[in-house]
């Protein structure tokens, strides 16, 4: 009974440190959050100590052979699948590959205190957190090249776009590629699909107002 007892604060533990990462994720609003975290802290957990106990009553008899590393190196791989399906292609960046690595990670905190190893499971938790809120501040020394897709639509000048591409280029900004597109039959304005490479350390907003601004240009939309 008390061995049951350990095994439930095992899972307790797990359960909670996968909360904490959990919180974190979902505050940046990320897809997987504390329900999921939660869930794959208990689960690895659990079968870390299926792993390791769940077979008692048949060690000793003759012609059985275990390896208690057999389940739990299952769940390493197989928790890559749920991770997998949180990573997506948005506005030609990749999302969610921090949270998938979260989650593959919280599943190791689990079997990590599955197995009872207490300090190993907190310290690490302590250092996602540590770190995810450390590396989510705006250093100049993280800030690296990003980026956008924009829609203008603009008069249709010859000189306009030229205009547009040097005052990007004061900024520091390069044109990745673009096209245009006639919005009426008299050609009067023009929509140009535009991928530019903006300096990590420039925000969106500031881009959009900096186009808004040029006379000629109609609108600007940051996609």
């Given amino acids: 009974m008390l061995l049951q007892l350990e095994f439930l604060l095992r899972l307790i533990i797990a359960g909670i440190c996968g909360v904490m990462i959990g919180y974190e994720r979902k505050s940046r609003m990320k897809e997987a959050g504390v329900r999921t975290h939660f869930v794959v802290a208990i689960g690895a957990a659990l079968m870390m100590m299926v792993s390791k106990y769940g077979f008692d009553d048949i060690l000793g008899h003759e012609g059985v052979g275990l390896d208690p590393s057999r389940v739990a190196s299952q769940v390493v791989s197989g928790i890559s699948f749920l991770g997998a399906g949180m990573i997506f292609l948005q506005r030609q960046h990749v999302k969610g590959l921090t949270t998938a690595a979260g989650i593959w990670t919280t599943a190791g905190i689990g079997l990590a205190f599955g197995s009872g190893m207490y300090f190993m499971g907190a310290g690490v938790t302590l250092i996602i957190l540590a770190g995810q809120k450390l ?53 009067a304005y023009i929509e140009i699909y535009m991928q530019v490479k903006v300096p990590g350390s420039y925000p969106g907003t500031e881009l959009l107002s900096l186009i ?3 006379p000629g240009v109609k609108s600007v939309e940051l996609q």
């Fill in 212 to 214: 808004q601004e040029i």
């Fill in 135 to 187: 590396l989510h501040r705006q250093f100049r020394w993280l800030a690296f090249p990003k980026s956008e897709q924009l829609i203008l639509q603009m008069e249709n000048e010859p000189d306009l776009v030229g205009g547009i591409t040097r005052i990007l280029m004061d900024k520091n900004i390069s044109i990745l590629n673009f096209h245009a597109e006639k919005m009426d039959k008299e050609a």
